[in-house]
Every structure is written in C-alpha cells, then in structure tokens.
C-alpha cells in the first residue's frame, strides 16, 4: 500500500520496483545485488531504503505488482465470457505469455518460488489463484466440458502445478519450445478429467491458441 | 480515475435523456422536459448540448465507446482473430440489448444514419475494425486466401446490423443471439477456409453454452454437404418469388449478383438465406441436417 501523500516517494517507488523485477527476472534471489538496482535508477541508496528498508521487502513488492498485473489480465480473460474450461486454457496462456515476455510476472513468478517458500506468502498467494481457478473449473463441470467426478479443486491445483513444474522441466529462454511443451502438458492433462466427447474440439482450441502465441514471441510472424 | 464536476453534469444529462428517449421516444421528447428531469437550469443544459442532435451525437458516440471497447478487448485475448470475431459479435449483440445506453445508442445511430456525419463515422470504426481482425484472421489461415479481408469485414458488419435491426424489429431485440448466431452458420462457410469450417462451425455452437444454457447437439452433416447457397443464382431467385415481400430487393441483389464478381454473389445470397429464414420463421433453411 502506497500513501497517498508521498508524492515524491511514489515517483521513485515505481521504477525501483520495475529495475528490481528486471534483476529478479534473470538472477536467482541471493545473487540480486540491491546497488545494481539503484544504480539503474536515478535514486539514491537512502532514497531507496525509505521505500524498501531490505531486499525482502523489495521483493514483496515485485510480487504484489505482479499479482496486480496477473489479477488485472485475469480479469480480461473472464470479461471474454468464454466457456469455463475455454478461460481456462485462455488463463494458461496468458501467463505463459506474460511470463515468457514480462521481467515483472516473470520475477513475481520466480520470487514465490524462492521466498515463497520460506514465509506465508506462496501458500497464501497459490491458495487464492486455487480458490478462484476451482469456481471456473465448477463452471467447467456445469457446461459439461469437464467430466462429473474430479472433484474441481483437484483439477486446478493439477493444472497450476503442471505450470509451475513446467518453468524448470522447460526453458523460458526459448519461448517456442516453452509453448511447444505447454500444449503437450495440455495434451496429456486434458483426457484425464475432459469429457471424452468434447475432446477433440479442445484439443484443437488448445492447438490454436498455442499457434497464436508462437506467432506473438516470435516478431517476424506478428502481423501487427 | 476522477471525473470533473463538468463530466458528472455531462453524464447526469445522458443518463437522463437516454431514460426519456427509451420511455417516450427519440422524437416526442424535448430538451425542455429533459431539463426538467434533471432539475438543472436551461442555461447548465445548454451549456453542455445546444441541441437534440447534439445530445443524441453524445449519446451515439458513448454507446459506439462502449461497443468498440468490449469487441476490441475480446480481440486482445489469446484467441485466434475469426474465433474473437465470431465470440465478439455475439457479446457485442447481447450488450447492445442489455446496456440501456448502448441500446439507445443503436436506436439513434438508425434514425441518423442518412443524415449525421456521426453515423457514417461510427460505422465508419467499426467495418475498419472488423476489417483488421479479418486480415489477422486471412493470416492464421481461418479466412479464405482468395477473398478480399477488408470487404469480408465490412461484409461481417453490414450483415450483422442488418439481423440486429431486424430482431429489435421484429421481437424487440429479444431473439437478437440466436439471430446472429444463424447469421453466422452463413457467413461462415462463405468466408472460412476449408480446413478451419468444421472446427469454427464447433465454436459457434458452443456460444448458447458460454451464455449458461446447455450445448445444442453437434451439427451433422452429409459429407457431400455443400451450402444451399453456394449454387448461387436460381435457386436465389426461387427463393426471391416463394417469398413475395421480399422479391423486390432479392431481384435487386440478384441483379448485382449477376453482374458483379463472385464475392458479391456470396454476399447477396446469404442475404436470401437470411431473409428467408427470418421472414418465413423457417429456421430449418441452412440447419436443416441438424439432428
């Protein structure tokens, strides 16, 4: 929470917090060293240290700009109207997107991982992304594109770990091959809880997206 | 984000005026009983519209914002262009029926259509927006290569309108997502490539599921199946006579049909299909292998 009365504050609180998730985007936790991150900004270490007394609260605030970002195109997805498991597999995406081409999501996803660990916040923050993909999931159940039985909690918590174990089994470096294998793991994830009957449709809805990222993380194939 | 006390004012007058055209129509209320609506002074209302036409060209150019904003968000999404157009289409629609003032603004935008250069420009965003998404949609290979994108966009928009105006007259807007989305199975096949129509024909199918009703049964089809109004011309004109309110305009398109190129030959006689199926309540034209 910023105060409203720094003004002055707040114009350096935005650009630390940016040149600190470029640094956490690209080096593990313990190697960021905090006068790196100054010297990218016109701020000074005291300056710094008023908005962040440690590297641990700098690091939070990456994470929660990154929540704030992630909760924002989140909720563009749903304002999409899709069907449940369509936003799902939307949802998948996006992140991936984002996290293949944003320091930001990228550092807040690496931060809840390396500090998340260790204090409340990864299981506070990986709780609520459940909580809120398990009501698209019962959605999902509804419209009967996921099959009655799983219980859908289970199903999203399936679908996040998948995510998070596919940022160390793949490569953000390589994008394409980092998309190429999350549609494989929507491939194999799928026919485990989808209705049999809307497979093939799915997996053709999973396929198109994946060409539509591909064409977005590789420039000479965006037509925009 | 904070809005000055001017835009406050500016909105209160919309909201009200948008209230007084729904109850007692565009063209039998006056600015003086809007004022009296709002309880502002004439001078204050003035101030911010010195006509009607000023206040119905806000009115049309919010509800235009709103429309524009809601399509090109779904447009942004991760999903392939014709899929956003179809999914777009359809949301704008029900918006267009639900939102008190984008409806107004739909109702203003027709009475002014010949005469405001704020029509002309509002419909002027919306083919070219249309048109873009269909050049994205012609590079991923769902559009057809051999058709022009941006007259299959303004195709897309002319078509649409037409079934929106339609339904508000005919059932008062009621029926509008299920017009669009019969408009739609036959734009599709006109405008989709070969390999993308059965999984496109799939998503569109889906669209009475997004909006929380359950999934119609898959259409099945003969695999000879060849859209009744690819054969274009005499079975066009069949059409035309069976259907006897309409035979004056069909025979117009027919006539253009015949002598303009083949995409206005597609263009014309969907239009039949359309009009027919609409007219006759027919809804087995064109989804008659539904099973």
């Known amino acids: ?224 | 984000m904070r809005q000055s006390r001017s835009e406050v004012t500016r909105g209160k007058i919309i909201d009200a005026a948008v209230e007084m055209f729904n109850d007692g129509g565009y063209s039998s209320t006056g600015l003086g009983d809007i004022v009296e609506r709002t309880g502002m002074t004439k001078g204050a209302l003035y101030h911010h519209f010195n006509s009607k036409e000023a206040l119905a060209v806000a009115i049309i150019d919010q509800a235009s914002g709103i429309l524009l904003t809601t399509f090109q968000g779904i447009s942004r999404s991760s999903a392939p262009a014709l899929e956003s157009m179809i999914h777009g289409v359809l949301v704008v629609a029900e918006l267009a029926n639900t939102d008190k003032l984008a409806r107004m603004g739909a109702v203003l935008l027709r009475i002014f259509a010949e005469s405001s250069e704020s029509s002309a420009r509002n419909y002027g965003v919306r083919i070219s927006e249309m048109g873009r998404q269909a050049q994205r949609a012609q590079l991923e290979e769902d559009l057809r290569g051999d058709i022009d994108a941006q007259a299959a966009g303004e195709f897309i928009v002319t078509a649409m309108l037409g079934t929106e105006l339609i339904s508000s007259a005919v059932s008062g807007g009621e029926d509008v997502l299920e017009r669009v989305t019969r408009t739609w199975e036959f734009v599709l096949p006109a405008i989709a490539s070969q390999q993308s129509l059965p999984y496109l024909r799939e998503f569109l199918a889906r669209e009475s599921l997004r909006r929380g009703q359950s999934m119609p049964p898959p259409m099945r089809r003969p695999a000879n199946y060849r859209p009744w109004f690819q054969s274009c011309s005499v079975r066009s004109w069949n059409v035309a006579r069976a259907n006897g309110s309409s035979s004056r305009i069909s025979a117009d398109l027919l006539i253009r049909a015949r002598t303009s190129e083949p995409s206005a030959c597609i263009n014309s006689t969907s239009w039949f299909a359309y009009l027919r199926t609409t007219e006759t309540g027919d809804s087995s034209v064109g989804t008659s292998q539904k099973s």
């Open chain 1, 1 to 224: 929470m910023t105060h409203p009365t720094d003004r002055r504050a707040d114009s350096a609180r935005g650009p630390l917090v940016r040149a600190a998730a470029h640094h956490f985007a690209h080096k593990p936790y313990a190697l960021v060293n905090l006068d790196d991150v100054v010297a990218e900004v016109n701020v000074s270490r005291g300056a710094m240290y008023f908005h962040f007394p440690s590297k641990h609260a700098l690091a939070r605030a990456v994470i929660d700009e990154a929540e704030r970002i992630g909760r924002e195109a989140a909720a563009g997805v749903l304002a999409n109207k899709l069907s449940g498991l369509e936003t799902l597999i939307d949802l998948s995406y996006l992140v991936a997107l984002l996290d293949l081409r944003e320091d930001l999501a990228r550092a807040g996803l690496h931060l809840l991982e390396s500090i998340g660990r260790v204090d409340e916040l990864g299981a506070r923050s990986l709780r609520e992304v459940v909580n809120a993909l398990a009501q698209i999931a019962r959605q999902a159940i509804d419209e009967g594109d996921i099959a009655e039985g799983p219980d859908p909690e289970d199903v999203v918590r399936l679908l996040v770990s998948t995510y998070i174990g596919l940022r160390h089994t793949s490569d953000l470096g390589i994008p394409r091959q980092f998309l190429l294998d999350l549609e494989k793991a929507w491939s194999l994830l799928l026919p485990g809880f989808a209705n049999p009957e809307r497979m093939r449709y799915l997996s053709q809805f999973v396929h198109r997206r994946t060409v539509v990222a591909l064409g977005k993380v590789s420039p000479q194939r965006d037509p925009a």
